[in-house]
């Protein structure tokens, strides 16, 4: 039996309501439901960028210890920060915010860090993926066009790279595309395989 046919053995359970992760799971055809609970999202703040993700993914499995309880349930947690200068950019609180994020990230190259945890009982993967994404720099009316049409309140670094703005500033990436989106969706699909499949 081919392993993604195994996967439909299981109750795979996204637990995040991103549309972005939503998308990205089912185009690597894997077979899942949505279930998410509020976190604090809080952390350390010793933590490294790959220490933080890790902690906060870890922090979200842990609302589902009923779930994984169960026989053929799997759980899968994710967290994207960016990073600038060493500096984590979280979500903006508004469109002031946002324009400020942006307009840090304008001309420059920044840091994007996800990490996910992934759980089948007591069996536990959790890694983390890094890439590199360079804006041009953007004018002041690019960067508020794209706020007043897309409001990018709910993404880290105040921006989509799927949305407008990264077609038409972003220059470069090092490192997943997907990663950038949300999710490293080929190591959670490795991840799986290893997991439920082996």
Same mark, same amino acid.
């Given at each position: 039996?081919?392993?993604?046919?195994? *996967?439909?053995?299981?109750?795979?359970?996204?637990?995040?309501?991103?549309?972005?992760?939503?998308?990205?799971?089912?185009?690597?055809?894997?077979?899942?439901?949505?279930?998410?609970?509020?976190?604090?999202?809080? /952390?350390?703040?010793?933590?490294?960028?790959?220490?933080?993700?890790?902690?906060?993914?870890?922090?979200?499995?842990?609302? *589902?210890?009923?779930?994984?309880?169960?026989?053929?349930?799997?759980?899968?947690?994710?967290?994207?920060?960016?990073?600038? +200068?060493?500096?984590?950019?979280?979500?903006?609180?508004?469109?002031?915010?946002?324009?400020?994020?942006?307009?840090?990230?304008?001309?420059?190259? +920044?840091?994007? /860090?996800?990490?996910?945890?992934?759980?089948?009982?007591?069996?536990?993967?959790?890694?983390?993926?890094?890439?590199?994404?360079? *804006?041009?720099?953007?004018?002041?009316?690019?960067?508020?066009? /794209?706020?007043? +049409? *897309?409001?990018?309140?709910?993404?880290?670094?105040? /921006?989509?790279?799927?949305?407008?703005?990264?077609?038409?500033?972003?220059?470069?990436?090092?490192?997943?595309? +997907?990663?950038?989106?949300?999710?490293?969706?080929?190591?959670?699909?490795?991840?799986?395989?290893?997991?439920?499949?082996?």
């Amino acid at each position: 039996m081919y392993c993604l046919e195994r *996967f439909t053995q299981y109750d795979i359970i996204l637990a995040s309501q991103s549309p972005r992760r939503k998308a990205l799971l089912e185009g690597a055809g894997i077979p899942f439901r949505i279930m998410a609970r509020p976190t604090a999202e809080l /952390y350390p703040e010793h933590l490294p960028p790959a220490g933080v993700v890790a902690h906060l993914c870890r922090q979200k499995i842990s609302c *589902f210890g009923d779930e994984l309880k169960r026989p053929g349930v799997v759980v899968i947690t994710a967290d994207t920060i960016v990073v600038q +200068h060493g500096k984590i950019i979280n979500k903006p609180a508004g469109a002031e915010q946002a324009f400020n994020m942006l307009s840090e990230l304008s001309g420059s190259t +920044h840091e994007v /860090y996800t990490g996910v945890c992934i759980r089948h009982g007591d069996d536990e993967r959790l890694f983390c993926d890094h890439s590199l994404v360079t *804006f041009r720099k953007l004018a002041a009316e690019e960067i508020s066009y /794209y706020i007043e +049409h *897309f409001a990018p309140y709910d993404k880290a670094g105040a /921006y989509g790279i799927q949305e407008w703005i990264g077609y038409i500033g972003i220059t470069g990436i090092q490192g997943s595309y +997907h990663n950038v989106m949300g999710l490293p969706v080929h190591k959670v699909y490795e991840a799986l395989k290893e997991m439920l499949c082996s």
